[in-house]
Nanobody, 116 residues
């Protein structure tokens, strides 16, 4: 069973940057297309970005395009999310998982709070 551990969240001022990491264990990471998702209380979890396993092609939600960058290091079984020009509306708990079909078990997520 694949386990996912997210880290790198925190409190940042508007306009600031954060880099999130997600380490996967228990599976063949390099064959998985991976994604980042986020959720705020009372709302559905939403797609943020994804990266294909083979081509490395990336996709972004319109709200983050041009500000966020997803990348991966298959040797480290890790997917990253570089977040720049952060806005208060980016405040959420961020999760990674396989995309488009997520693994049944999600990680604990990492909290990102954008506030002055």
């Amino acid at each position: 069973q694949v386990q996912l551990v997210e880290s790198g969240g925190g409190l940042v001022q508007p306009g600031g940057s954060l880099r999130l990491s997600c380490v996967a264990s228990g599976g063949t990471f390099k064959i998985f297309s991976m994604g980042w998702f986020r959720q705020t209380p009372g709302k559905e979890r939403e797609f943020v970005a994804s990266i294909r396993s083979s081509s490395g092609t990336t996709y972004y939600a319109g709200s983050v395009k041009g500000r966020f960058t997803i990348s991966r290091d298959n040797d480290k079984n890790t997917v990253y999310l570089q977040m720049n020009s952060l806005k208060p509306e980016d405040t959420a708990t961020y999760y990674c998982n396989r995309h488009p079909t997520p693994f049944p078990s999600w990680g604990q997520g990492t909290q990102v709070t954008v506030s002055s």
